[in-house]
């Protein structure tokens, strides 16, 4: 009896170790498979980005009208960081090349060289946010003017329609117009916006206007604040883009012209010209905005 009694307990052990060995393993494995899972499902802003290209804005400045920067990731390694000090006439640019690195989450590239000024972008989707020297997001009413938006090949728009017999006459008159003025560096008094006049009766009110130059970059006035910004053409293509810029900060009872005219500008992608007469359009609308040189 006592035999039989030490056989069934020893039997019992065994059961009982196999059973824990079993439960052992089973954990194991699926520590093993949730470790796998995590590493497998990471994703962050340098693995799941196509982000080298070129990155341009206008940034805010303490002591100049804006800060025109153009950052471009040339590779995964280097960079090429080109800046302007918009109102300032003596040493306004300046660039800098390095290599960039990446912080441990994957969402913030740090510039190499770059001491006493700002050197961390933060990673979106065609976009790069500029971050305080601290590494940390810039917050307030300026948050928006520190994004630089990724530039993107400008598209050719569809040949013209061939003249019917109705607009004929205007196509002729046209082609045997006067010289047209340059796009650039000629200032455009703003005539018409959304298909309304702008009444240029009251001369103690500064006339409304556009300014491109060479380098890129425009100023203008719309009733309440000068703003400044970057743009990309293509003059064979008539075809033009503007990028968000910065403006001062002014509050005027009246500004619907300027708020009009800030998003005329994020619409518009081609432009015409007729002699001292210049349209900004998109695709094949009725015009935006007119505007006529300024003698």
């Known amino acids: 009896m006592k035999t039989k009694n030490t056989s069934l307990f020893l039997f019992a052990l065994l059961i009982l170790s196999c059973n824990q060995k079993i439960k052992e393993e089973g ?37 100049c009208e804006g800060i025109e920067t153009l950052l471009t990731l040339e590779d995964e390694t280097n960079y090429v960081l080109k800046t302007n000090y918009l109102g300032k006439k003596k040493n306004s640019t300046n660039e800098v090349r390095g290599v960039y690195s990446w912080n441990e989450a994957g969402n913030t590239i740090i510039l190499s060289g770059i001491e006493n000024a700002p050197n961390r972008y933060f990673v979106g989707e065609n976009y790069l946010t500029q971050l305080d020297l ?17 530039k993107t090949v400008v598209d050719e728009l569809p040949p013209p329609p061939t003249p019917s ?30 298909g309304k006049k702008i009444d240029a009766s009251d001369k103690s ?10 380098e890129n970059s425009y100023a203008a006035f719309a009733g309440c604040n000068n703003m400044m910004g970057s743009f990309e053409i293509k003059e064979e293509a008539m ?15 009246d500004m619907t012209t300027e ?20 349209s900004f359009n998109r695709a094949r609308m009725a015009p935006l905005a007119k505007f006529e040189a300024i003698k």
């Open 27 to 63: 954990n194991e494995e699926i520590v093993a498979d949730s470790t796998e899972v995590v590493v497998n499902n990471e994703h962050n802003a340098k693995n799941s980005l196509d982000y080298i290209g070129m990155y341009q804005g206008v940034v805010p400045c303490a002591d």
């Open 134 to 150: 601290e590494g940390n997001k810039i917050s307030g009413d300026l948050t928006e003017k520190y994004v630089l938006q990724k």
């Open 165 to 194: 017999a109705s607009n004929f006459n205007d196509v002729k008159k046209q082609i045997t117009s006067v010289e047209n003025k340059s796009l650039i560096s000629t200032k455009w008094r703003l005539v018409e916006i959304n």
């Open 205 to 214: 009110k500064k006339e409304m206007f556009i300014q491109l130059n060479k």
């Open 239 to 253: 075809r033009i883009k503007f990028f968000k810029g910065a403006s001062t900060l002014m509050a005027c009872p």
């Open 259 to 278: 708020q009009e005219f800030a998003e005329m500008l994020e619409k518009v992608d081609n432009y015409s010209i007729n002699g001292n007469n210049l």
